[in-house]
């Protein structure tokens, strides 16, 4: 089992900046894949980035350019930088880990809220 914490959300104006981790509860040697979701307030949770275990990543078209997943250490297995960051951004962002050999894990989730 493994427990995930998200940090680093917050408030933010528009064109702020916010760096997302993920903790684990655990060393993790390795991930077929980590990424970040969000929810908005009565919206479905969405993909916002992914990157797999051999650094190919993929955005949503609306954070290109923008927000940037890496790879972290061992136990803040993978980071977000947020930057120009816009009210639609708003959203609980949530962390998700995908170990060999396939099990899934999610963190709890942290507020981003972006606004004046």
């Known amino acids: 089992q493994v427990q995930l914490v998200e940090s680093g959300g917050g408030l933010v104006q528009p064109g702020g900046s916010l760096r997302l981790s993920c903790a684990a509860s655990r060393i993790i040697f390795s991930y077929n894949a980590a990424a970040w979701y969000r929810q908005a307030p009565g919206e479905q949770r969405e993909l916002v980035a992914q990157i797999t275990s051999s650094g190919s990543t993929i955005y949503t078209d609306s954070v290109k350019g923008r927000f940037t997943i890496s790879r972290g250490n061992a136990v803040k297995p993978v980071v977000l930088q947020m930057n120009s960051l816009k009210p639609e951004d708003t959203a609980v962002y949530y962390c998700?880990?995908?170990?060999?050999?396939?099990?899934?894990?999610w963190g709890q989730g942290t507020q981003v809220t972006v606004s004046s």
């Open positions: 998700n880990i995908l170990i060999p050999p396939g099990t899934e894990y």
